[in-house]
C-alpha cells in the first residue's frame, strides 16, 4: 500500500518569506510524484511530476526536488496570491494516485 | 483547448436515493480515474477507467459504480446514498496512463 505524508500540515507566510514543504512517500515501485494546487472549492490544479530521484522542476515562485524517499516544493519570494492547499500524490504500478493529506499555505500581505 | 468538465456542479440528494455524475475528460484523454475528497479522508481514489474497462478499483463498497463509454466520457453512480457519502467527487483525466492526471472542478455532493 503506498503511503504519503505532508509536512506540516500548516504554514503562514509573510509575503516575501520563502519556505519548503515535504512530501515523505513509500511505494513498491515509483512511476512519478505529482505535486497539485487546490483553491477552495475547486479541482487539484496540475504543477508538476517527478520521475526519478535528483530531477527538478519549476514554475514561476515554486520549485519542486525528488529523493529517493521524499519530495520538497520550495517557494521562493511567495505572494499571497500563493495561498493554498498544496497535495502531494504517488504513482506506483496500479492505475491509481495516492494522495498527501496536504499542507495549507497562508501568504500574509 | 477544453479541461475537464464535470456536471452537476452541486447536488443535494435525500437519504437512499441514488445518483449519477458525469465527466468529460480532456480531448484526446483516454484514462479518466474518479475520486473523493472530504476534509476527514482528504483525497481517496474510487476507480479508473481505460477504453471503457476498470483497471483499478479503491475500497469502497458496491454502491458505488462508474462505467466509460467510447468516447472516453465516463459516469459514476451511488446507490442508496448514506450522509457520510456526502464529499466532492471530482475526476481526473490523462492520456494513457495516470502521468500528469488534470482534474475538473468537480461534484458537490450533499446528502440530507
Known amino acids: 500500500e503506498d503511503q504519503v505524508t505532508q509536512s506540516p500540515e500548516a504554514l503562514r507566510l509573510q509575503e516575501g518569506e520563502s519556505s519548503s514543504l515535504n512530501c515523505s512517500y513509500t511505494?513498491?515501485?515509483?512511476?512519478?510524484l505529482f505535486w497539485y494546487r487546490q483553491d477552495p472549492g475547486k479541482g487539484p490544479e496540475f504543477l508538476f511530476t517527478?520521475?526519478?530521484a535528483g530531477e527538478e522542476k519549476e514554475k514561476e515562485r515554486l520549485k519542486a526536488t525528488l529523493t529517493k524517499k521524499e519530495s520538497f516544493l520550495h517557494i521562493t519570494a511567495p505572494k499571497p496570491e500563493d495561498s493554498a492547499t498544496y497535495l502531494c500524490a504517488v504513482n506506483s504500478n496500479d492505475y491509481k494516485l495516492s494522495f498527501g493529506a496536504g499542507t495549507t499555505v497562508t501568504v500574509r500581505a | 483547448k477544453a479541461g475537464v468538465t464535470q456536471t452537476p456542479r452541486y447536488l443535494i440528494k435525500t437519504r437512499g436515493q441514488q445518483v449519477t455524475l458525469s465527466c468529460s475528460p480532456i480531448?484526446?484523454?483516454?484514462?479518466v480515474s474518479w475520486y473523493q475528497q472530504t476534509p476527514g479522508q482528504g483525497l481517496q481514489f474510487l476507480f479508473e477507467y481505460f477504453s471503457e474497462t476498470q483497471r483499478n478499483k479503491g475500497n469502497f463498497p458496491g454502491r458505488f459504480s462508474g462505467r466509460q463509454f467510447s468516447n472516453s466520457r465516463s459516469e459514476m453512480n451511488v446507490s442508496t446514498l448514506e450522509l457520510g457519502d456526502s464529499a466532492l467527487y471530482l475526476c481526473?483525466?490523462?492520456?494513457?496512463?495516470?502521468?500528469?492526471?488534470?482534474f475538473g472542478q468537480g461534484t458537490r455532493l450533499t446528502v440530507v
Open positions: 511505494v513498491s515501485g515509483l512511476r512519478g
Open positions: 481526473a483525466s490523462s492520456r494513457v496512463g495516470v502521468t500528469e492526471a488534470f
Open positions: 480531448s484526446g484523454h483516454r484514462s
Open positions: 517527478l520521475y526519478s
